[in-house]
Structures are given as C-alpha cells and as structure tokens.
C-alpha cells in the first residue's frame, strides 16, 4: 500500500509506532522511528518504565541511558490492573503500522493482549518482538543483561590484561546493536508493504544480534583458533600496531594493516631498520614482536603531539586518529553541526547526547527534541489517515514466499567488513547486490598480501572472512581505473536502486563516479557513502579500520580501571557498527524514494556511528562538566556486577544481579545465607558499601567451579550469568547450534563451511543462505551479457585488456603492467 507522505515532517511521519515492555533494544528501535519523524507511542505502566531508573543517573535524578533511548517519542501511561486496559491498548495496537514489543525482556506491567488476533485482523501490522536469546534453545530462559549476553556472544574475553581478568563496559551496547537490527527488520518490512504487501512478524534475538560483532573472529577461528586469546590491553590478533598510545600531548590511536602503512609509519617516526626488515611485513607477524616494535616506536610517538602526528599521518595516508576524552567530544563543533551530539530535554533538566548517526541528505533525522514525562504527548504526535493508492494490488498473498528487499538492485563498491556487512544485510533480505572489484586491487578481505606466491596459489580465494561477508551476492570485475571499466560500471549503476561504498571520501569522484554524476545518470539512486569522518568534515581524508573508528569516538577512556588507560572493546568495533547504521540509513532513503522517485546521497561518519555507545557519559558530563566515571567491571546500577576466575586456565563468568531477589538467591547459593537474610542489603546502594566483600565472595565460589558448571547452578536460580567464551567457542555453541544459526555452505576453493545467519527471523529457522560469496569475476559473463548486453567478443576484449578478469594480479603483475604503460 502506498501512503502520502509529508517529508517536511520526516521521511516517517505517516508512520505510527507503539513500543510495548521494557528493553534498550525495543526502546532504541522505536527511537530511530521517530529520529525520521514517526508518531511513536510508548506504553508505561503507572511507575514508569523501569529503564528510567537506570544508571548512571543525572543530578535530577533523570536516567542519562532512557535520555538516549526515548526522546522524540510520546508516552501513553496504561494500568494493567484497570478493567479496560486490554481493550484500550489492543485499540491502540489496531491504529497502528508498527509494534514492537520488548516484553520478553523487561514485562513493564503490559497488558496481556492477543497480537496474533490482531494481525489476524490487522494484515498491514508489522510485528517485531525482542528476547535476549530466542524462544527455543538451552538458553531461552535464562536470566541476562547486557554483560552477560557479551560474555556469551565472544565479546569480553579477548579484551584486557593478558593475565585477566577481562575488562568490559558495564552496559549499552546490546541494546544499540539489536536496536539496529530490529528497526532494520521493520523498515524493510515498510517497503515491501509499500510495494503492496502486509505487515511481517519478526523475532530477534539480542544474544544473535551481538554475535555480530564476533562473526569475523568466529570465521578466523576455524584457521588460527590456538593464536585468537586475549593479548593485553589494546593488542588484538591479527594486526600490529593498533592501538592507544602516549604522545607528548594527548594520545593517539595507530592502525597499520597494509605493507605500505607499515612501510609509511616507520618512515614518519625514522625507523627505516624496521621498515626494512622482511620478517615484519605483516600485522600477525609484527604482532608475534610487539614488545620489540613497541620499545623502538613508542619513545618516537612522545616527541611530537597526538595532534601534530594526525596531521602527518593524513599526508602519509596513514590510519591514525587523536583519541578524544569525553570533554574532547563535547567542545567539539563539527560533532554538534553534523547532529552527532544533539541537545535533548528530560524532566526540569537540559542534556547533550548521541543523535542519529543516519544522515540523509534530503530527509535528514531530527536534531534532539524532549524525553517525555510519563504519560506526556509530543506535539508533533497526531492522528493520521492511510491512504491507499488507486489500483494497488491485492496484499493478502504479496508476501507469501518473497523476500522483503526482492526487485531491488545494489551496486556494492565496499571492501573490508563495514560496507560488505551493509551490502551483505541487503542481500540476505532479498536485494540483487553485485560486487564490483578489480583484478588490479580486489577487495582487501581476500588478503593484504601481493607476494606472487601468495597470488600463484589463489590464497585471495581462500579467506573464510571474504566469505561470510560477501554471501548471497553476485560478483564482478571492473577496473575502474580504465575509461572503459568507469562506463560499464555507470551503465550498470543506470539501472540499480542503491550504491554503496567505502573508499575515503574523494575515491569515486575522483574516477568521475560521484553522486553528481551519478544521479544524472539515474535521479532515483541512493547513495551511501560510508567514509570514516564523513564527505563534510576537516578530517575528511583519514583512512580508517574499524579500529581507527573506535580510536575516534571517546569509547575506551570510560571503559577501565579508574586509574588505568583507555581500553579499546574490540579489534575493529567500528566496522559492523557501521555496516548496520550503513544499512539503515539505506533503507531510510529508500522509503523516500519509493515514495517520490527521488534518490538522495547519504553522508555516513563510520566514527559518529559508534558514538552511541558513549551516550551515557556524554550525557552526565554534559551537565555542568561532571567528570565521567570509569565503572571498571562494576555498574552504576547492579551490585554485585563483574567478571569472576573459575576453575581452570583462563576460564571466567560474567555475573550480574538486577534487584533484591536476585540477590538473595546468589548469597544463598554461595554460601552466604547472612547476607540473604540482611534486609539492610535489599538495595544496591547498600551492597555498593560492602562490594568488595561480596567479589570476593563470588570469586571464592566460582573459582571452584569450571564455568559452564558455574553459569548453570547460577541459571537454576535465576542469578544472569553468561561463561566469557572465546570466538571459536561459538563454533560449537549449544544454543547456536539448536536454532541453526550457523548454516552450512559450500564453495570452489573453501568447501563446505559454516555461515551465521543474521539475528531477525520471520519464522521458526533462520533466513536461508542462498549462495555463497563469488569468487573474484565469478559472474562477469552473466552480468555483462545478462543485465547490459555485451557480446561474446565485447567481453573477450575485456579480458585482454585486464578490465575484467577472474585472477589478481600480484604486485610484480601490476609494476610490469605500468611499465608497459608509460612506454
């Protein structure tokens, strides 16, 4: 069903929400509608919903994490206990496009309704509903939290001291992953229904959704499993460096992945004798010296400023980035010009936070607006008619067996893992996505190395990373560098939907393939540029990982000791953060030009997409420039809450306990029936007094206990627990394997090999891997012939002159080829 649509209002506004229960997930969904100008509705019992109570807290006691989740919407107070509270919030549900129902995770005292008799009747409703871990599995009932799904999804252990324990944030980061994924699920349920189908039931699950972030190491793992382990703060397999350090004022974050940035590096601090020594040619093999590397480099970094060395590595194209202190963040006006960091009301009280990170250009997101007060509606809140296109076809049989994104056509030019991830997301949804590459520089997935030996024995087709990122996609080669190859590629982007990259800022308007140009070609595209600082900003030209993006954010100088350095989360964080805000934004303006014809460029900062994860600090310091508070493996609200030694090498369990009856089944279970029977420790200010006390109390219990044993006595007595797993743990996980998670492929060169499925599902099983990743040129011919009509011969000249091709050429290929081009 088509709908008008008032785009001064926001590419949503003729949309209305109502999010039901208590979860960052739902919450952080439902948010992202109403950025883009949705009427959403947010059920609360009388009391509230309970995430107004979360930590950290502002000095008017409003909660810094709901300010993040919430403002925009308007909230509709309900008592469950009133005789018409079902009936009134089953009327609301029937008046709505959207539900998003967090129940599963945090009830809130919501009415019991029957969502399946309303979809019934309602056929344009789209259901999403969140859990922490799905309906079915060994894991489906247990108690959870954001640390302990972390711990369980790979995402703890490999961060921190070499000895441990693990150092993680306390909270925050599940709810924006899932929330992502779950508003992906529903937008893209919105355009098939604008294509004349009904509404979709979706289930997601947060354990999965955070899986998303572990799948590269996962794949790794099948190869190099016995080297991925924990290795030390900010020092992660495989690359060397990447990571924080000192300077003379300020600290810096370094990434090198490719010879040349290693080459380039050494140049920059004069250490020619390691530029020039064979052996540390690559990042795994650097690694296996980094205390050697780190004693002749480090002394280098403390003589000029973090600032004066970004300003030479961008000269030097090299992946480097002052990290930014909160404060740093804050006094920074690029961030609030771009909407970054927005200005936000909540109760007497006037914040700074994370905005959306989607910035599209013609429909771009609100800028701040108010948290509202239980029961407050937003004046931009208001009914509104659907309005049905003359003519649209039937939508009771639309969606049977077809896919949300079928009939839409993505030219994908990303490399790596963000743009891949976005475009992969497309695909697995039913989009035609066609991977464009050179034989001259394909993607970087496929391996940094150009040695002829490693080329001679097609090594770039055997990279399990390249495969789980590129599934369900078409593959082609073009070099773009060749008047020809820039042609065929905008004939090709002529007749697509969407284009997708991820080169630094001026790659494809350099080769005449920019948005203006583009657009000229095909007014209806969309086009998602996926630089590291965005096309705008004064550092537009930093390369970037997903490592440099996290260096950029102000994350890892909250997450610690009180008295320790900044601690980096991940190996490249940045990276699936991106794809998915990369997807989103995608779809967005796929709505709009659906809906008008109108294509529109999109101008996505992969740093500001990781910003989120700040929010809470971002907020607190904001207010009269409180200094943020470095948790460690604490929380601000759950006491106790921490990472604890089981038996075992290097065996650990994240822990956390949510209110007083919680706590007193984990007093009881370890032994400690005093504490359970002490009322003056019901709340968690008052364990907050005796905390150590109680750690070392776990500790002594757990220790005893090998860690699958451990969370199993904890999830008898509804204690949230999670083992801190290792990547390749996952491979064999009880609970990925019962939900079919991992699903098998096979594929020239690799063989039959597991793939992760992505965490939204419509039904019982997963949605179905329908090809594997194309091997480099694997479709020219059905491309070339089938969508532009080239002949045999017009394809056979291609070849010869290395246009296209289906070998990469090795870099002793590519100096005889420019040899033979200047004479």
């Not at 002052?322 to 404060?327: D, E, G, K, L």
Request: hydrophobic residues 40%; contains cysteine.
């Amino acid at each position: 069903m088509a709908e008008k649509i008032d785009l001064a209002s926001g590419v949503l506004s003729h949309l209305r929400v109502v999010e039901i229960g208590s979860s960052a997930a739902t919450s952080y969904c439902a948010r992202l509608f109403a950025d883009f100008g949705a009427d959403v509705q947010k059920v609360e019992p009388p009391s509230g919903d309970p995430l107004r109570s979360s930590g950290p807290l502002t000095p008017g006691g409003q909660s810094a994490w709901f300010a993040f989740l919430n403002f925009n919407k308007s909230s509709i107070i309900i008592d469950a206990s009133d005789p018409g509270a079902i009936r009134r919030l089953t009327s609301l549900v029937e008046n709505c496009d959207i539900l998003i129902d967090g129940r599963d995770v945090g009830s809130a005292d919501c009415p019991l309704i029957d969502v399946a008799g309303i979809r019934k009747r309602c056929d344009y409703l789209t259901y999403l509903e969140a859990n922490w871990f799905g309906h079915d599995g060994p894991y489906a009932g247990f108690a959870a939290t954001d640390s302990t799904v972390r711990a369980l999804a790979g995402l703890i252990k490999l961060v921190g001291p070499a000895d441990g324990p693990p150092v993680y944030a306390p909270d925050f980061q599940t709810g924006i992953l899932s929330g992502l994924w779950g508003f992906i699920a529903a937008i893209s349920s919105v355009l098939a229904r604008m294509e004349g189908g009904t509404g979709r039931s979706w289930s997601l699950s947060i354990f999965e959704s955070s899986l998303t972030a572990s799948e590269y190491l996962m794949s790794e793992s099948v190869e190099h499993g016995d080297v991925i382990r924990r290795m030390g703060i900010n020092r992660f397999w495989p690359g060397f460096p990447l990571g924080i350090y000192e300077t003379k004022d300020g600290l810096l974050g370094v990434t090198t992945v490719t010879p040349a940035q290693w080459w380039a590096l050494c140049d920059m601090l004069g250490l020619s004798q390691l530029r020039d020594d064979p052996s540390f040619l690559l990042g795994k093999d650097r690694l296996l010296h980094a205390e050697q590397i780190e004693g002749q480099f480090m002394p280098r970094l403390r003589e000029r400023t973090a600032r004066q060395w970004f300003a030479e590595g961008l000269k030097r194209k090299i992946p480097v980035v002052p990290v930014p202190t909160i404060s740093d963040l804050l006094r920074d006006s690029e961030k609030r010009a771009r909407g970054a960091i927005v200005p936000v009301r909540i109760g007497k009280e006037k914040v700074l936070t994370a905005g959306s990170m989607q910035r599209l250009a013609l429909t771009p997101p609100r800028r701040g607006g108010s948290v509202p007060d239980p029961g407050e509606q937003q004046a931009v809140a208001s009914e509104r008619m659907r309005v049905a296109e003359v003519g649209s076809p039937p939508r009771t049989s639309i969606n049977t067996g077809r896919l949300p994104l079928q009939g839409t056509r993505v030219i994908d030019f990303s490399m790596g893992w963000a743009g891949p991830l976005c475009t992969r997301t497309l695909a697995d949804l039913g989009a035609e996505v066609i991977k464009i590459e050179a034989i001259q520089y394909p993607d970087w997935w496929r391996g940094v190395d150009r040695r002829p030996a490693y080329v001679e024995r097609q090594m770039y087709e055997k990279t399990l990373r390249f495969c789980i990122m590129n599934r369900n996609k078409r593959g082609i080669t073009l070099d773009l560098a060749h008047p020809r190859g820039r042609a065929l590629a905008k004939r090709l982007v002529a007749k697509a939907d969407v284009v997708v990259n991820n080169y630094s800022v001026d790659v494809l308007p350099r080769l005449g393939l920019g948005y203006d140009v583009l657009k000229a070609l095909n007014p209806r595209l969309v086009m998602l540029s996926m630089s590291a600082f965005g096309a705008n900003s004064i550092h537009r030209d930093c390369r970037a990982y997903g490592s440099t993006l996290e260096h950029g954010s102000g994350l890892p100088g909250v997450i610690g000791s009180s008295d320790g350095p900044p601690v980096m989360s991940h190996t490249a964080f940045g990276d699936p953060v991106g794809g998915l805000n990369g997807c989103a934004a995608v779809l967005l303006a796929m709505v709009h030009a659906r809906s008008t014809g109108q294509g529109q460029f999109i101008d996505l900062a992969q740093v500001e997409c990781m910003i989120p994860f700040a929010s809470p600090w971002i907020t607190m310091q904001s207010i009269g420039g409180i200094a943020p508070e470095k948790y460690g493996n604490r929380h601000p609200q759950f006491v106790p809450h921490g990472c604890f030694r089981c038996a075992g090498e290097d065996n650990w369990i994240a822990l956390a306990v949510t209110d007083a009856d919680m706590w007193h089944r984990l007093a009881s279970l370890i032994g400690r029936p005093d504490w359970a029977a002490d009322v003056s420790l019901n709340s968690a200010e008052a364990r907050r007094s005796i905390e150590k006390d109680i750690e070392i109390g776990i500790a002594a219990w757990t220790l005893t206990r090998d860690a699958d044993e451990a969370m199993s006595e904890l999830q008898a007595v509804e204690v949230a627990a999670g083992v801190a797993r290792l990547p390749i743990d996952l491979l064999n996980d009880r609970q990925l394997k019962s939900r079919e998670f991992l699903q098998e492929a096979e594929r020239a060169f690799i063989g039959v090999h597991s793939q992760p499925s992505m965490p939204i599902r419509e039904g019982a099983r997963p949605f179905r891997i329908r090809s594997a990743a194309p091997t480099l040129g694997e479709h020219n011919v059905e491309v070339l012939s089938g969508i532009l009509g080239l002949s045999q011969a017009d394809i056979a000249q291609l070849v010869n002159e290395n246009i296209i091709g289906t070998a990469m050429l090795s870099d002793v290929d590519l100096a005889r080829a420019k040899r033979g081009r200047s004479n």
